[in-house]
């Protein structure tokens, strides 16, 4: 299925673009012609349509080859949108350009000289609409396992951990990523999460071979570039694609930035996307979410707390010491949604916890009040959490604020997390919530720490509703 994909998707492509070309330059000359926008047509120039035909041939053919040298019908390149609008507005200004230049040596002086503007403008509006639409139908065949390459990462340091998190943040990029080998013995034998460890890089072959590997990437420090040259050339022998991930002076990739200037790549460091006037705009956005939100749920608010007071004894709130930025201990407020004295219960209730890592849950806890049940469901135990949002302790949008008991037992590489201020909700939450393994859910939040952006926190609010609507994977 996934070979179907990629063997009619890039056909179609260019069927669908051939066919947007003649439909916009049919519209640009009912524009020009009978609509006559800017400027009247002479009756003595007032030509058919088909004398444009040989232009318009010209013109789809010119077209479709300069979109071709831009990598538009390459399924496995993945671009920014931007990027690939660019390479439209690149590939259609080319060909209109060489159109006209031919225009003017042919010498047919009845070709009128704003169809060609109009025209151009009318590609590339939908030539672009069509690649947004292309990008939404790719991304539901990849969630649904089509048109998906299986990867192997070569290392497991900070470089293959940061491909692994960009990769599980980001399905709709079509990879999937069967596992990893390092030669640190602990590493090659410990898994990540799903991410399963494959044992040394010397078998990197049998692998390939028993995991149907399409994709290989090697994401080994700098040093060791004689191996990665042997790697490389071992896959390709073996018909797999081989990617090298730079680790240029033991730098995160997210504080890598890329530019290249005719094909030359130039790497340098960028700057951290939570930081400065980042920061500044991230608390605006808080407050301007927070304030109003609170004044609009403030009758829910009174309503759950007098369904609480009724339902069990106890207070209203649940207060609870929780780590913040970079470690600093704070007062976390909820719902309370057990009954008093359910904390000193924890330990008897081990044995049935039903998360990864160092945190516990469990789907059905007899320590949940009446209304304790439907307030976990619903999320409605977490809106409390916007008095610390006010008060500056969390975010918005950011990791879940974890114990000390569970910071005690992270990793090295898991206390990254601790540099983002926490959330009422974040991309973890938005991707499977409470049926994500731990290290799923750190690899997620590093990842957004680490390419944050205000577009990034409106989706995930957004996102966050029917999350909450339809409660999956929150208890």
Do not use: C
């Given at each position: 299925?996934?070979?179907?994909?990629?063997?009619?998707?890039?056909?179609?492509?260019?069927?669908?673009?051939?066919?947007?070309?003649?439909?916009?330059?049919?519209?640009?000359?009912?524009?020009?012609?009978?609509?006559?926008?800017?400027?009247?047509?002479?009756?003595?120039?007032?030509?058919?349509?088909?004398?444009?035909?040989?232009m318009?041939?010209?013109?789809?053919?010119?077209?479709?080859?300069?979109?071709?040298?831009?990598?538009a019908?390459?399924?496995?390149?993945?671009?920014?949108?931007?990027?690939?609008?660019?390479?439209?507005?690149?590939?259609?200004?080319?060909?209109?350009?060489?159109?006209?230049?031919f225009?003017?040596?042919?010498?047919?002086?009845?070709?009128?000289?704003?169809?060609?503007?109009?025209?151009?403008?009318?590609?590339?509006i939908?030539?672009?609409?069509a690649?947004?639409?292309?990008?939404?139908?790719?991304?539901?065949?990849?969630?649904?396992?089509?048109?998906?390459?299986?990867?192997?990462?070569?290392?497991?340091?900070?470089?293959?951990?940061?491909?692994?998190?960009n990769?599980?943040?980001?399905?709709?990029?079509?990879?999937?990523?069967?596992?990893?080998?390092?030669d640190?013995?602990?590493?090659?034998?410990?898994?990540?999460?799903?991410?399963?460890?494959?044992?040394?890089?010397?078998n990197?072959?049998?692998?390939?071979?028993?995991?149907?590997?399409?994709?290989?990437?090697?994401?080994?420090?700098?040093?060791?570039?004689?191996?990665?040259?042997?790697l490389?050339?071992?896959?390709?022998?073996?018909?797999?694609?081989?990617?090298?991930?730079?680790d240029?002076?033991?730098?995160?990739?997210g504080?890598?930035?890329?530019?290249?200037?005719?094909?030359?790549?130039?790497i340098?460091?960028?700057?951290?996307?939570?930081?400065?006037?980042?920061?500044?705009?991230?608390?605006?956005?808080?407050?301007?979410?927070?304030?109003?939100?609170?004044?609009?749920?403030?009758?829910?608010?009174?309503?759950?707390?007098?369904?609480i007071?009724?339902?069990?004894?106890?207070?209203?709130?649940?207060r609870?010491?929780?780590?913040?930025?970079?470690?600093?201990?704070?007062?976390?407020?909820?719902?309370?949604?057990?009954?008093?004295?359910?904390?000193?219960?924890?330990?008897?209730?081990?044995?049935?916890?039903?998360?990864s890592?160092?945190?516990?849950?469990?789907?059905?806890?007899?320590?949940?009040?009446?209304?304790?049940?439907?307030?976990?469901?619903?999320?409605?135990?977490e809106?409390?959490?916007?008095?610390?949002?006010?008060?500056?302790d969390?975010?918005?949008?950011?990791?879940?604020?974890?114990?000390?008991?569970?910071?005690?037992?992270?990793?090295?590489?898991?206390?990254?997390?601790?540099?983002?201020?926490?959330?009422?909700?974040?991309?973890?939450?938005?991707?499977?919530?409470?049926?994500?393994?731990?290290?799923?859910?750190?690899?997620?939040?590093?990842?957004?720490?680490?390419?944050?952006?205000?577009?990034?926190?409106?989706?995930?609010?957004?996102?966050?509703?029917p999350?909450?609507?339809?409660?999956?994977?929150?208890?």
């Amino acid at each position: 299925m996934k070979r179907d994909v990629r063997q009619w998707m890039p056909w179609v492509s260019i069927a669908i673009d051939a066919l947007l070309i003649n439909v916009a330059f049919l519209i640009a000359y009912w524009v020009r012609y009978d609509l006559q926008w800017l400027r009247l047509v002479d009756p003595a120039n007032n030509v058919p349509y088909t004398a444009y035909l040989p232009m318009v041939f010209l013109l789809t053919l010119i077209l479709l080859l300069a979109m071709r040298r831009e990598g538009a019908y390459d399924l496995r390149r993945t671009r920014p949108f931007f990027d690939e609008f660019y390479g439209i507005l690149n590939a259609t200004t080319t060909a209109i350009l060489l159109l006209v230049v031919f225009v003017f040596f042919y010498r047919r002086l009845f070709y009128s000289r704003l169809i060609f503007i109009y025209g151009g403008i009318l590609i590339l509006i939908m030539l672009t609409t069509a690649r947004l639409v292309r990008r939404m139908i790719l991304a539901r065949l990849r969630q649904s396992g089509q048109g998906i390459d299986r990867v192997l990462i070569i290392g497991a340091g900070e470089v293959g951990r940061a491909v692994m998190r960009n990769i599980i943040a980001q399905p709709e990029l079509g990879y999937q990523v069967i596992g990893f080998l390092d030669d640190d013995p602990t590493k090659s034998s410990t898994d990540i999460g799903p991410i399963r460890a494959l044992g040394p890089i010397e078998n990197v072959l049998q692998v390939i071979q028993e995991q149907h590997i399409d994709q290989i990437m090697i994401t080994l420090p700098w040093q060791y570039h004689r191996k990665t040259v042997r790697l490389v050339l071992e896959a390709e022998e073996a018909g797999v694609r081989a990617r090298v991930v730079p680790d240029l002076f033991q730098l995160s990739l997210g504080g890598i930035d890329v530019e290249a200037i005719s094909g030359i790549p130039l790497i340098g460091i960028k700057q951290t996307a939570l930081t400065g006037f980042n920061l500044i705009l991230k608390r605006t956005f808080d407050l301007l979410f927070t304030v109003p939100f609170v004044v609009l749920t403030s009758p829910l608010w009174a309503l759950i707390a007098a369904a609480i007071k009724l339902d069990s004894p106890g207070p209203v709130f649940f207060r609870q010491e929780r780590a913040g930025k970079n470690g600093k201990p704070f007062q976390v407020y909820k719902f309370r949604s057990m009954y008093v004295g359910a904390e000193a219960e924890q330990a008897a209730l081990l044995a049935q916890n039903e998360a990864s890592g160092p945190i516990f849950k469990i789907r059905d806890d007899p320590r949940r009040t009446r209304v304790g049940r439907f307030i976990r469901r619903t999320s409605i135990d977490e809106l409390p959490q916007f008095i610390n949002v006010l008060r500056g302790d969390m975010s918005v949008v950011g990791p879940r604020p974890p114990l000390f008991s569970e910071v005690a037992e992270y990793q090295e590489w898991q206390r990254k997390r601790l540099e983002i201020q926490p959330g009422v909700t974040g991309l973890w939450q938005v991707s499977g919530r409470s049926d994500l393994s731990f290290d799923e859910m750190v690899m997620l939040d590093i990842y957004y720490g680490e390419n944050w952006s205000l577009g990034s926190d409106i989706r995930i609010v957004l996102r966050t509703v029917p999350q909450v609507l339809f409660g999956d994977g929150a208890y």
